[in-house]
């Protein structure tokens, strides 16, 4: 079974700085996708980045990136020159990509990491 | 991307109603899914929308509590039956890609309080 773990329930950034947040995996597949979510007070879910088990290097969308380490299956997104706007709460999330049938495409998330950005 | 839109985009329900919410997507989609987030938790997935069959319910949800119709590859909906306030949540539609392992994506979510 799959499992995605964020101990941090809430961090905090003045504007401008760099902030990452933790996120580790356990799966059994040897092919996956991880992803992570910004969630607003609005409650949409908005896709910021995603990285693949087999992708040699990390994957970076502007001011987000990810500090993927397979061997630690850790996934943290780092944001850079963080912004008032970023305040939010942050999700990471797995889908296995070899499952099939009905469960192709389910994610499963962590619990989430309260981002609130100072002036 | 897809573009998704959920309605209603909220709602405040009596318990013992039902509320039906709609997902459309602008291009056809194998895989359609439906989350719940409670208050202050994360996500849940209550099912698979399967088009021209059955839904695929993941555990703790049943049919008769969380009817869904997938008539085709781009709409679906969830119903949420005889309402108590414990189905006080938000609910997100979902879709993904067999052709991209990235594209995930989500509709902007129902919010719905029942009283």
């Known amino acids: 079974a799959q499992k995605i773990t964020q101990t941090q329930p809430g961090m905090f950034v003045q504007e401008k700085e760099a902030v990452t947040l933790d996120c580790t995996y356990d799966?059994?597949?040897?092919?996956?996708?991880l992803f992570w979510y910004k969630q607003p007070s609005s409650g949409e879910m908005i896709f910021l980045i995603y990285?693949?088990?087999?992708?040699?290097q990390n994957a970076t969308e502007g001011r987000y990136s990810l500090n993927f380490q397979k061997a630690r299956k850790s996934a943290n997104l780092v944001i850079s020159a963080s912004q008032l706007g970023d305040s939010a709460m942050y999700f990471c999330?797995?889908?296995?990509?070899?499952?099939?049938?009905?469960?192709?495409?389910?994610?499963?998330f962590g619990q989430g990491t309260i981002l609130t950005v100072h002036p | 991307s897809a573009v998704i839109s959920q309605k209603p985009s909220r709602d405040i329900c009596q318990r013992g109603t039902s509320l039906t919410i709609q997902c459309q997507v602008d291009?056809?989609?194998?895989?359609m899914f439906w989350y719940r987030q409670q208050p202050g938790q994360s996500l849940t997935l209550i099912a698979t929308?399967?088009?021209?069959?059955?839904?695929?319910?993941e555990s703790g949800f049943v049919i008769d509590k969380f009817p869904i119709s997938r008539p085709n590859l781009t709409f679906s909906t969830l119903t949420v039956s005889n309402m108590s306030p414990e189905d006080s949540s938000i609910y997100l539609c979902?879709?993904?890609?067999?052709?991209?392992?990235?594209?995930?994506?989500f509709g902007p979510g129902t919010r719905l309080t029942v009283t």
């Open positions: 291009s056809q989609v194998t895989m």
């Open positions: 999330a797995m889908r296995e990509l070899n499952a099939g049938g009905t469960s192709y495409g389910k994610l499963t």
């Open positions: 990285q693949g088990s087999y992708d040699q």
């Open positions: 799966t059994s597949d040897p092919s996956y996708g």
């Open positions: 929308a399967n088009q021209g069959s059955e839904a695929t319910y």
């Open positions: 979902s879709v993904a890609s067999r052709l991209a392992d990235y594209e995930q994506y």
